[in-house]
């Protein structure tokens, strides 16, 4: 089947320094990643999109600088939060997408001191 | 540009009592559409997902959808509720590209707690 997995799942950062995580599918080729933000007591937000083969592409009120994302291949791809704060808090999920189907990972789960 | 709404920011209803959660969706042609469940500390489970077809899909642990084209509607239903049901649900929307989809709109979710 397709799984998709995410490291770390939890960490903490002190504000202003980054952090890395990572997203691999496994079971199908994820020709998109979709980065999604969930900040506490919210929805999820859409980050940015990677299609293979295609420019990354962001949402509004989501830059490269901010949150560069790398897509190499693909089973992984991974996202940095760059001199987190506060508002960077919350749970990021990776959604990776073969075809017609979007598979979520469990989270990484970012606080920030 | 596309949406969804989910009018009831927290349902409770009693174990056993049947259950319906709202969605309304805007969206100039015809979305795939997506219920998914968020347990407390969990990321998102898929619950069903409609593409195209029969408007009423079946999901798991007996949930259903109905998808209404002419209300801009995918409301979840459930026939009897049990306590492990309380969780947060999201209905969701992605556009029809040409041969897949990869770019989810959230609804703000639906509380839902199952009582005793």
């Known amino acids: 089947g397709a799984l998709v997995y995410q490291y770390p799942r939890r960490t903490i950062c002190k504000s202003g320094t980054s952090m890395r995580m990572e997203c691999q599918a496994v079971?199908?080729?994820?020709?998109?990643v979709a980065w999604y933000r969930q900040s506490p007591q919210k929805t999820f937000e859409l980050i940015a999109l990677s299609t293979v083969n295609s420019a990354i592409k962001y949402e509004q009120n989501f830059t490269q600088e901010k949150f560069p994302i790398s897509h190499p291949n693909l089973s992984f791809s991974s996202m940095t939060v760059l001199n987190a704060y506060l508002e960077d808090r919350g749970l990021y999920l990776c959604?990776?997408?073969?075809?017609?189907?979007?598979?979520f990972g469990p989270g990484t789960r970012l606080t920030v001191l | 540009a596309q949406s969804v709404t989910q009018p009831d920011a927290r349902v409770t209803v009693s174990e056993g009592a049947s259950l319906q959660l709202r969605c309304k969706y805007s969206y100039s042609g015809t979305p795939y559409l997506f219920w998914y469940v968020q347990y407390p500390r969990q990321g998102l489970q898929l619950l069903l997902k409609?593409?195209?077809?029969?408007?009423v899909v079946q999901g798991v642990n007996g949930f259903e959808a109905e998808f209404s084209k002419s209300n801009s509607s995918f409301h979840l239903r459930k026939a009897s509720v049990h306590w492990s049901d309380s969780a947060v649900y999201f209905c969701a929307l992605s556009a029809r590209l040409s041969g897949s989809f990869n770019k989810l709109t959230f609804g703000a979710g639906t509380r839902l707690a199952v009582c005793p």
């Open positions: 079971g199908f080729q994820a020709t998109s």
């Open positions: 409609y593409y195209s077809g029969d408007p």
């Open positions: 959604g990776a997408s073969g075809d017609y189907e979007q598979y």
